[in-house]
């Protein structure tokens, strides 16, 4: 049992939450320890002695969402490792929870087989790489954030810096391109240039790329 990982569930469904907590129970290794219907709920339950390897949270709750969630437990309880579980595919979604800590992304819909994947994953990599967020992004800003200053591999112009940090926000490319007083047409030639130099293909993989290389800081 001393290599029995620990794992907390935060929904605000119940019947959901009761039925993965069954799920997770028969995952040999596993063990839900703690179940919650928001995030406030969760900090109340939470235990200083015996705090969950990882922490599976719902995007959409009252009271306290996954945003904000994740958010406290990334700054208040950084050993937890938070894992969103959510019915949004969204890419905005998905970007606002890695900017809030999230270490990996799963559909409800997802078969069990890649819930105990993303387990392990985020356990012994750090990220779960999925369809959303492929393995191909991931490793690629790990090996290069490990070898040191990306800006020292990679040479973006000014312009191009400036929207790798705009595509941090949940704007679109039109406001991105109102924002930097350029056409659409020209973000997206900013987009397809920066795609080329850091061989990547989706708004998430630069998004993350920027936030794992420092070009945007969560506060």
Request: glycine share 6%.
């Amino acid at each position: 049992m001393t290599n029995t990982k620990h794992i907390a569930i935060v929904d605000d469904h119940a019947l959901f939450r009761k039925g993965l907590a069954g799920l997770i129970n028969c995952f040999l290794g596993y063990q839900v320890i703690l179940e919650a219907s928001n995030g406030r709920d969760l900090i109340h339950r939470l235990q200083a002695e015996q705090l969950p390897d990882i922490v599976l949270l719902d995007i959409s709750m009252p009271e306290m969402d996954g945003y904000a969630t994740a958010e406290w437990l990334r700054i208040n309880r950084p050993t937890v490792k938070t894992l969103a579980l959510s019915t949004m595919d969204a890419e905005s979604a998905i970007i606002k929870m890695i900017r809030h800590g999230a270490k990996g992304y799963v559909l409800k819909d997802a078969e069990p087989s890649e819930l105990k994947r993303a387990f392990e994953e985020v356990l012994t990599i750090g990220y779960f790489f999925n369809e959303l967020i492929t393995r191909k992004v991931l490793l690629s800003i790990q090996t290069l954030t490990e070898e040191g200053d990306i800006r020292t591999f990679i040479k973006l112009t000014d312009r191009e810096t400036e929207f790798l940090k705009q595509i941090c926000s949940e704007k679109s490319y039109a406001e991105i391109a109102d924002e930097m007083c350029v056409s659409v047409r020209t973000v997206e030639g900013y987009r397809n240039a920066v795609c080329e130099k850091l061989q990547l293909k989706t708004r998430t993989g630069l998004a993350m790329y920027a936030i794992k290389n420092g070009f945007v800081k969560l506060d």
